[in-house]
């Protein structure tokens, strides 16, 4: 975003009035040609939903922008993302300056007080797509039959609505994405949402920090065209603590092969691994080998509703973060990072608590966005930790700070 520091400072004060603004992140500039623009005179929206206020815009070449409420400068692009916490009407001005002509327009928002009561919690689930795992096909239950669209209804009823029940992401890119029935605002000075996950600490572990913690790398996104799903040019990354750390991959990729039924076991040496060429799995950073198969979970860790013969995910992946403490095999450990990941610490603790001020694109520039109403989950980690299993990501649900 341009003017990023002058434009949070003057929207500070408005914030604590229940007002939210933010610029549009494009730096697309208009077309030359004749210089025409249609800004309506007025908008109506329900309290926390956002409003791209859009004006038809023709022509203007390179021409500067600038929204005001009263004297506070509040955006500097074309297209002006307008959230509010508390209803009211609202007077917005827009000022272009285009080869040094000046020209003024108007217009007025009329904030209106929600007609159903909004939940803080999660309210739907659009997408479930576990990747390979020990708990996949069992959290939630798989039946025979079940296509993708009656596994992502079993997710929603699990994580939607306060239920609390756990869902398993699997290994390395599996994922859900859900949604709220409002959009979360960015306060300025507060984290301003908590994902939910079963993360612990171990009362062994000789890093106070450390115990059972698997991270999920966190998108979001706010609803720029309206259409009340979330698009792939609408997401952003938040950048947890390992974002730029040296061992992180960006655009990383990685694909499991579905085992043949009739592919014999190699059993492992340890008592528990009954099969450790059990799923074939290669990257994109020439790395290749298998996921294991063990005594505790003994049903198939294929998501069972896939026919294809591989699934592959992408993203960013983080450093390892399971060590065996113990030295012989019994006591694997997982490090919480310090921010900015699901499942990374217990749900009572801060680093459990995300800021959207974190999100950057995909370029890895910071962004602000007013206000959210997606996020995806993905586990950000691919690897095994002996006895138990592969690390992976486990939502029970989320929540909004403010509401």
């Known amino acids: 975003m341009k003017n990023y520091t002058t434009f949070y400072t003057r929207i500070l004060p408005l914030m604590f009035l229940g007002i939210v603004f933010s610029c549009n992140s494009s730096d697309d500039s208009l077309d030359e040609g004749t210089d025409k623009i249609n800004l309506p005179k007025d908008y109506a929206i329900a309290r926390l939903q ?174 720029r065209n309206k259409n009340g799903v979330p698009d792939d040019d609408e997401w952003y990354e938040i950048a947890g603590s390992e974002y730029h750390n040296a061992k992180t991959v960006k655009n990383y990729a990685l694909s499991y092969f579905k085992p043949s039924p009739t592919k014999p076991p190699v059993v492992g040496s340890n008592g528990w691994d009954i099969d450790v060429e059990y799923i074939r799995w290669e990257d994109n950073q020439g790395q290749k080998g298998f996921k294991t198969k063990n005594m505790f979970h003994l049903q198939s860790y294929f998501p069972n509703w896939i026919n294809d013969s591989k699934i592959t995910f992408s993203g960013t992946k983080l450093p390892d973060n399971f060590y065996d403490q113990s030295g012989t095999g019994n006591y694997w450990v997982g490090t919480s990072y310090a921010y900015g990941y699901a499942d990374n610490a217990p749900n009572n603790d801060e680093a459990s608590n995300i800021d959207i001020n974190w999100a950057v694109d995909k370029n890895g520039r910071s962004v602000y966005l007013p206000a959210i109403n997606f996020i995806k989950v993905y586990t950000g980690i691919n690897q095994e930790a002996g006895w138990l299993g592969e690390v992976s990501t486990e939502v029970l649900g989320a929540y909004d700070l403010h509401l």
Not at 69 to 80: P, Q
Not at 107 to 118: L, P, R
Not at 163 to 192: C, W
Request: aromatic fraction near 10%.
């Open 50 to 223: 956002i409003e791209p206020i859009n004006p038809v815009v023709s022509g203007y070449g390179a021409a500067k922008f600038e929204w005001r409420i009263n004297d506070s400068i509040i955006g500097n692009e074309a297209i002006l993302p307008f959230v509010s916490t508390k209803p009211g009407q609202y007077s917005i001005d827009l000022t272009i300056t285009n080869k040094g002509k000046v020209e003024s327009f108007s217009t007025t928002i009329t904030v209106e007080k929600e007609k159903k009561v909004y939940s803080k919690h999660i309210a739907h689930v659009f997408d479930f797509s576990p990747a390979v795992g020990q708990f996949t096909n069992e959290l939630p239950k798989y039946v025979e039959g079940n296509t993708r669209e009656i596994m992502r209804q079993k997710a929603q009823k699990a994580i939607a609505n306060n239920a609390q029940e756990m869902i398993s992401l699997g290994g390395y890119g599996g994922y859900v994405v859900f949604g709220f029935d409002h959009a979360i605002v960015n306060h300025p000075t507060k984290r301003d949402f908590k994902i939910l996950g079963n993360a612990f600490w171990g009362d062994l572990a000789e890093n106070e920090r450390s115990g059972s913690c698997e991270p999920g790398i966190i998108m979001v996104a706010y609803d």
